[in-house]
Structure formats: structure tokens, C-alpha cells
């Protein structure tokens, strides 16, 4: 799987758009970007999924470069509840059942401010 | 909403004793994971469960660790002879067939081993 790169930590005022980069430059054409983030001792969460097409849901927003080598996660209006850390995790078309496990590596630490 | 969840909350155990954690995966899926997370470190992944049997396991899960669906409904994790290093949260997860990479956490079973 693509190895990824995501900043330690940002900051965001309540009520604006968080924009969560990740660079994933040596993705190939069958791996998909995974979103999730941690909430302060709490269980992963899943948030959003994406091959090249943007995303959304009820939580947030994924956009993904058209050379596919970067992504960021949108969450429109953040919130304090939205602090936590989150994790960009690239893996290969769930299709190929080509293993299960995800792979957590230090995500960025978002910091929603009032 | 349906939820993963996991018993007990907090486990209290004495080095060499076994202990069982438990979860109650999301009841349509056929994925089942745990993972878990020393204080301050990265998500780690131990095992994933598909059709009873281990599908994917990591180098953590020695054969100290074994896991079990013994009804329907459970997905355990046992761990026979528990070591001071044991001491983490646990999480289970459950996926769909359709993504395993989409994976659901419990709220975890945080194992204080003395």
C-alpha cells in the first residue's frame, strides 16, 4: 500500500471549513483513500472512502487531486466535538480481498478552537 | 444506529492470568478485527476473522492471543498468560463483505495488567 504523509497537527476556529491535507505521491490506480479519525480515547471512526472521483457525506467532504497523488478531507463547519486525530489510510481495491488490516499511522491532530 | 460493542470496559488482570475480552460485532457483518493501543501510540493491528477462521494476523499476535466467535453473536479475544507489555486498549471492529476496509470500532476494553 502507498505510503502517506499528513501534517502532526492544525488548529481550526469553530464553525469554519477544516481542510485536512494527505499525500499519498506513490498510490497506484487500485488503492482507494480511507478516512478516520480518533476521538480521545475512543475507537477509530470511519469517516469517508475515495478512488478519484470527490465525496460526500453526512460527515465531511473527501477531494482528491486529479493525478490522484493527494487527497484532503473537508469537514464543513467544524465543531469542538470534531477535535480529535485523523487518520488518511490508503489501500488496495477492497475487491482483491488482498487483506483486511488497516494500517494507523500518526494521522494529524486536529485542534477545533472556540 | 447499530454498533459494535465490548465487555468490560476496563480489566483489571495479574500477570500469568488469562483473560477474555468480548464484543458484540454489528450483527450483518462477516469481518471482525481487533486492534489495539498502547497508551500514547499508534492503532496497531492484531487479527481479522472471516468465515471462522483467522484470515490476517500480525506479528503481535503470538500464540499468546487467540481469538473465537462461539455463538452467533460474540468474537472474543483471549490472551493466555498475560504480560506487563499487554497493557493497552483493545478494539474490536466489524465490516460488510462489500469493503472490509470499512470497518466499524467498539469503544474498546482498556487491560491494566500489574
Known amino acids: 500500500d502507498a505510503k502517506t504523509t499528513q501534517p502532526p497537527s492544525m488548529d481550526c476556529a469553530e464553525g469554519r471549513a477544516a481542510n485536512l491535507p494527505c499525500n499519498h505521491s506513490?498510490?497506484?490506480?487500485?488503492?482507494?483513500v480511507y478516512w478516520y479519525r480518533q476521538i480521545h480515547s475512543q475507537g477509530p471512526q470511519y469517516i469517508i472512502h475515495?478512488?478519484?472521483n470527490n465525496e460526500t457525506n453526512e460527515m465531511a467532504s473527501l477531494i482528491i487531486t486529479e493525478d490522484r497523488k493527494s487527497s484532503t478531507l473537508i469537514l464543513p463547519h467544524a465543531t469542538l466535538r470534531d477535535t480529535a486525530v485523523y487518520y488518511c489510510i490508503v489501500r488496495v481495491d477492497p475487491s482483491l480481498r488482498a487483506g483486511n488490516m488497516l494500517t494507523f499511522g500518526g494521522g494529524t491532530r486536529l485542534m477545533v478552537k472556540p | 444506529e447499530p454498533e459494535v460493542t465490548q465487555t468490560p470496559s476496563h480489566q483489571v488482570t495479574q500477570m500469568g492470568q488469562e483473560v477474555i475480552l468480548r464484543c458484540v460485532p454489528i450483527s450483518n457483518h462477516l469481518y471482525f478485527y481487533w486492534y489495539r493501543q498502547i497508551l500514547g501510540q499508534k492503532v496497531e493491528f492484531l487479527v481479522s476473522f472471516y468465515n471462522n477462521e483467522i484470515s490476517e494476523k500480525s506479528e503481535i499476535f503470538d500464540d499468546q492471543f487467540s481469538v473465537e466467535r462461539p455463538d452467533g453473536s460474540n468474537f472474543t479475544l483471549k490472551i493466555r498468560s498475560t504480560k506487563l507489555e499487554d497493557s493497552a486498549m483493545y478494539f474490536c471492529?466489524?465490516?460488510?463483505?462489500?469493503?472490509?476496509?470499512?470497518?466499524?470500532f467498539g469503544p474498546g476494553t482498556r487491560l491494566t495488567v500489574t
Open positions: 471492529a466489524s465490516s460488510e463483505d462489500r469493503d472490509p476496509y470499512e470497518q466499524y
Open positions: 475515495g478512488l478519484k
Open positions: 506513490t498510490i497506484s490506480g487500485n488503492e482507494y
